[in-house]
């Protein structure tokens, strides 16, 4: 069984420029979320996909976007970056259904500096 | 404003004591509690849950409390180990909605 894999894991990026982090969801598993993790700080809720549909959003700006594709894997886009995004974006993979505790699957997560 | 708190920012106990970490949470509505463990350069891996009407869980060296009246849960490692050194973070779902509300995280060590 495949687990969740994110890619680039470390990327630099200059303030205003775009970035595109990419993950597979573990096999199986229909549904994606994404959160991001300042340093010192829990994660924060981004989005969650299913089914290729925004299926909730947390509290950020609509610069942070995403997809989902056909085969469940999925991108989170930030245009315009801030110094703030700088952090580490965890990509989460939940199976068709779940189990109804909110139990996910983490991939190691791509870590953005924005300099 | 948050609604799951960790107060500690890191806890320091012997190899094999007992580790409690704390976790303090508002929202009453929550349905699910969990906790997970989390290494440098790995993602968060889930340890244990407990639903909301329950007050304790345990799964091998691993138990849960969960005081509603209080709004407080706690994660109980017996006897701790040198694997066990993590960050411990604990998190809180509703069943109507999607997504984890997570505290800011207890870094474990555990001294030999």
């Known amino acids: 069984e495949t687990g969740v894999t994110q890619s680039p894991t470390h990327l630099i990026k200059t303030r205003g420029q775009q970035v595109t982090l990419r993950c597979s969801s573990q096999?199986?598993?229909?549904?994606v979320s994404w959160y991001q993790q300042a340093l010192g700080q829990g994660p924060q809720f981004i989005f969650q996909y299913y089914r290729e549909e925004e299926n909730g959003r947390g509290n950020f700006p609509p610069r942070f976007s995403g997809l989902q594709f056909p085969n469940y894997s999925s991108e989170l886009n930030v245009n315009a970056l801030e110094l703030d995004d700088s952090a580490l974006y965890l990509c989460a993979s939940s199976p068709p259904g779940g189990d109804g505790t909110g139990e996910l699957f983490f991939g190691e997560g791509s870590r953005l500096t924005v300099l | 404003d948050q609604q799951v708190k960790q107060n500690s920012p890191s806890l320091s106990v012997q190899e094999g004591r007992i580790s409690i970490l704390n976790c303090d949470y508002t929202?009453?509505?929550?349905?699910?509690f969990l906790w997970y463990k989390k290494y440098p350069a790995e993602g968060p891996t889930f340890l244990i849950s407990?639903?909301?009407i329950k007050d304790k869980n345990e799964d091998g060296r691993f138990t849960v409390f969960l005081n509603k009246s209080a709004k407080h849960l706690s994660l109980h490692i017996v006897p701790s180990q040198p694997g066990d050194s993590a960050v411990y973070f604990c998190?809180?779902?509703?069943?109507?909605?999607?997504?984890?509300?997570w505290g800011a995280g207890t870094k474990l060590i555990i001294k030999p």
């Open positions: 096999s199986g598993h229909n549904t």
């Open positions: 998190a809180a779902s509703a069943l109507s909605n999607y997504q984890l509300i």
């Open positions: 929202n009453s509505m929550f349905d699910y």
């Open positions: 407990i639903s909301s």
